[in-house]
């Protein structure tokens, strides 16, 4: 799951660079050649495509934890087999991207270190609760359905180690997409509580969905390092556009109604009015809606999420708790494994 | 439900445990059927051979019928790219497995085996099997016996039921679920952005 549109990459001017190599680098780019990790490349975009994958990477791995909490408690045999498949899917998807990473320079455990310590970020989105069997519903349609989105156009890239791996990753992000309408449809078919744990749970990733791509556009954005170099081909703000235009259509027909809500502190809706922005703009073809609250977006990025220290706990005690079996498989120093 | 993650301390600040070294890094090449060649799947991290095999068989053995796999650790791969020089020291002579790249941007591909006393020997003599440099980018070699193999008749793909695991054992069900929901244009318009290519 989980592209990295929300990641900020801020590139440095690249005025240091020399300006022949620069325009060859761009030519390639500009020609849709793919670049491979012996190119040469602007610093900047080496830091950049590195932040990029890292956090993507990040976001595979803490995004597997409020669904993992849920394989115990699936209502069916398939349910749960399909949703041990999807964690361990998405588990892969991490240790892929966080080779792509280490061949861009930094090392995994570094990786796994900055995490922990909250010195690099992962998908704000994994910062809210899944309270119900609904959310995982919603994760796997609406949170998934965007990440298919935003890597479908990141499998356009310019970087080809990325650019596999996004291929690679969507072939099996297609089959987390299914599942997740399928759960959708099957809740909305269902009885009346069914349909009203589906629509509160819709009301709680409605927003973090929108927030998914990101902030809103700087004003130049197609001529930002991030779009020239083709580290991105579409803006925040257009992804957006097209996911709002695939979805509430949807979201409308299966019966869900759109609220705009406001949350506490554990991210649990607190009051909620329709959004009454919903409409579909017959002059431009696109559908109208309620900006999510980007104060909250912010927020959230800065670790006051509802769910942030909880998430990088849970990832610190697995990474120490797991380091006498990684002693043990490396070099067979370990002896017992300490006390729980 | 196991109560565990309520229970975690919500510790922050420093780790206090020291940093690690990274796991050896592998190459994983995937056979679809017997007698076709191994196809360049992804990389993957692990602690040895058997290791890097058994990850290998769950990470990219399961999404398709697959009945063989290789797994290269990176350092023992030398090319004609950078990323992986090949050394000229003269060894003995040994049997080297050929890959290649057909074109920029794509994964590699098995192709013959070369005996060669070096690994730069080895880039030669498949250079001169493959003579039209316009037919592939690039090549890499490695030396057979570092490669870790699954064992012929082995099984990788799970012959029982997958479906719950594949876009395909869902996508039916989903069509015509949603039509009880919604008209054929609309549906038409969403299905647009389905991924088309999936397991």
Same mark, same amino acid.
């Given at each position: 799951?989980?592209?990295?549109?929300?990641?900020?990459?801020?590139?440095?001017?690249?005025?240091?660079?020399?300006?022949?190599?620069?325009?060859?680098?761009?030519?390639?780019?500009?020609?849709?050649?793919?670049?491979?990790?012996?190119?040469?490349?602007?610093?900047?975009?080496?830091?950049?495509?590195?932040?990029?994958?890292?956090?993507?990477?990040?976001?595979?791995?803490?995004?597997?934890?409020?669904?993992?909490?849920?394989?115990?408690?699936? &209502?069916?045999?398939?349910?749960?087999?399909?949703?041990?498949? #999807?964690?361990?899917?998405?588990?892969?998807?991490?240790?892929?991207?966080?080779?792509?990473?280490?061949?861009?320079?930094?090392?995994?455990?570094?990786?796994?270190?900055?995490?922990?310590?909250?010195? =690099?970020?992962?998908?704000?989105?994994?910062?809210?609760?899944?309270?119900?069997?609904?959310?995982?519903?919603?994760?796997?349609?609406?949170?998934?359905?965007?990440?298919? +989105?935003?890597?479908?156009?990141?499998?356009?890239?310019?970087?080809?180690?990325?650019?596999? =791996? +996004?291929?690679?990753?969507?072939?099996?992000?297609?089959?987390?997409?299914?599942?997740?309408?399928?759960?959708?449809?099957?809740?909305?078919?269902?009885?009346?509580?069914? #349909?009203?744990?589906?629509?509160?749970?819709?009301?709680?990733?409605?927003?973090?969905?929108?927030?998914?791509?990101?902030? &809103?556009?700087? &004003?130049?954005?197609?001529?930002?390092?991030? +779009?020239?170099?083709?580290?991105?081909?579409?803006?925040?703000?257009?992804?957006?556009?097209?996911?709002?235009?695939?979805?509430?259509?949807?979201?409308?027909?299966?019966?869900?109604?759109?609220?705009?809500?406001?949350?506490?502190?554990?991210?649990?809706? =607190?009051?909620?009015?329709?959004?009454?922005?919903?409409?579909?703009? #017959?002059?431009?073809?696109?559908?109208?809606?309620?900006? &999510?609250?980007?104060?909250?977006?912010?927020?959230?990025?800065?670790?006051?999420?509802?769910?942030?220290?909880?998430?990088?706990?849970?990832?610190? +005690?697995?990474?120490?708790?797991?380091?006498?079996?990684?002693?043990?498989?490396?070099?067979?120093?370990?002896?017992?494994?300490?006390?729980? | 439900?196991?109560?565990?993650?309520?229970?975690?301390?919500?510790?922050?600040?420093?780790?206090?445990?020291?940093?690690?070294?990274?796991?050896?890094?592998?190459?994983?090449?995937?056979?679809?059927?017997?007698?076709?060649?191994?196809?360049?799947?992804?990389?993957?991290?692990?602690?040895?051979?058997?290791?890097?095999?058994?990850?290998?068989?769950?990470?990219?053995?399961?999404?398709?019928?697959?009945?063989?796999? *290789?797994?290269?650790?990176?350092?023992?791969?030398?090319?004609? $790219?950078?990323?992986?020089?090949?050394?000229?020291?003269?060894?003995?002579?040994?049997?080297?497995?050929?890959?290649?790249?057909?074109?920029?941007?794509?994964?590699?591909?098995?192709?013959?085996?070369?005996?060669?006393?070096?690994?730069?020997?080895?880039?030669?003599?498949?250079?001169?099997?493959?003579?039209?440099?316009?037919?592939?980018?690039?090549? *890499?070699?490695?030396?057979?016996?570092?490669?870790?193999?699954?064992?012929?008749?082995?099984?990788?793909?799970?012959?029982?039921?997958?479906?719950?695991?594949?876009?395909?054992?869902?996508?039916?069900?989903?069509?015509?679920? *949603?039509?009880?929901?919604?008209?054929?244009?609309?549906?038409?318009?969403?299905?647009? $952005?389905?991924?088309?290519?999936?397991?």
């Amino acid at each position: 799951m989980s592209g990295s549109a929300n990641v900020g990459v801020h590139v440095d001017h690249e005025s240091q660079e020399d300006p022949e190599l620069l325009a060859e680098f761009q030519a390639k780019i500009d020609a849709g050649q793919l670049l491979e990790v012996d190119d040469w490349m602007p610093a900047a975009y080496r830091k950049g495509m590195l932040m990029m994958a890292e956090h993507h990477a990040n976001s595979e791995i803490v995004g597997a934890l409020p669904e993992g909490e849920w394989i115990t408690r699936a &209502p069916s045999l398939r349910r749960k087999l399909a949703l041990t498949a #999807k964690v361990q899917d998405e588990v892969g998807h991490g240790q892929m991207l966080y080779r792509v990473s280490q061949d861009l320079g930094k090392s995994r455990d570094a990786m796994l270190r900055d995490l922990i310590t909250g010195k =690099t970020k992962y998908h704000n989105c994994f910062n809210y609760p899944a309270p119900e069997w609904a959310d995982i519903a919603m994760i796997q349609w609406l949170i998934d359905g965007a990440a298919i +989105m935003n890597q479908k156009t990141l499998a356009d890239g310019a970087y080809g180690p990325y650019v596999r =791996t +996004m291929r690679r990753i969507n072939m099996e992000e297609a089959f987390h997409f299914k599942s997740g309408e399928d759960m959708v449809l099957t809740l909305m078919s269902g009885t009346p509580l069914q #349909k009203k744990m589906t629509q509160q749970a819709f009301d709680r990733w409605w927003g973090p969905s929108l927030m998914f791509f990101g902030p &809103p556009d700087k &004003p130049n954005a197609h001529n930002l390092p991030p +779009m020239r170099w083709r580290m991105k081909t579409v803006t925040n703000d257009e992804l957006r556009q097209r996911f709002v235009d695939r979805f509430i259509p949807a979201a409308l027909d299966l019966g869900l109604k759109i609220h705009v809500v406001t949350k506490d502190e554990h991210g649990f809706v =607190t009051s909620k009015k329709p959004d009454d922005k919903i409409a579909l703009n #017959k002059a431009t073809g696109h559908w109208e809606f309620t900006a &999510p609250d980007w104060d909250e977006f912010f927020r959230v990025i800065r670790g006051n999420g509802p769910c942030n220290a909880k998430r990088l706990a849970l990832r610190r +005690m697995s990474y120490e708790q797991g380091r006498w079996v990684r002693q043990a498989i490396v070099d067979g120093s370990a002896s017992l494994p300490p006390a729980a | 439900m196991s109560k565990l993650r309520e229970q975690v301390e919500l510790v922050t600040g420093d780790l206090e445990s020291p940093p690690e070294e990274d796991l050896r890094g592998y190459v994983i090449f995937t056979q679809l059927k017997m007698g076709q060649p191994h196809v360049y799947a992804g990389y993957l991290d692990a602690a040895d051979d058997d290791m890097a095999l058994i990850f290998a068989r769950e990470h990219y053995g399961q999404d398709q019928e697959c009945v063989g796999i *290789w797994a290269v650790p990176v350092d023992a791969l030398s090319g004609t $790219d950078a990323t992986h020089p090949a050394s000229q020291d003269v060894g003995g002579v040994e049997m080297y497995q050929v890959f290649i790249q057909a074109r920029r941007g794509a994964g590699h591909v098995s192709a013959e085996t070369v005996q060669a006393r070096s690994p730069a020997e080895a880039i030669e003599d498949a250079q001169r099997i493959h003579t039209d440099p316009s037919k592939y980018y690039s090549l *890499w070699v490695a030396p057979q016996h570092l490669i870790a193999s699954t064992g012929p008749g082995d099984v990788i793909w799970r012959y029982s039921d997958q479906s719950y695991r594949l876009a395909r054992g869902y996508s039916k069900d989903v069509r015509e679920k *949603w039509t009880k929901f919604r008209d054929e244009g609309s549906l038409k318009e969403y299905e647009k $952005d389905d991924l088309k290519e999936a397991f």
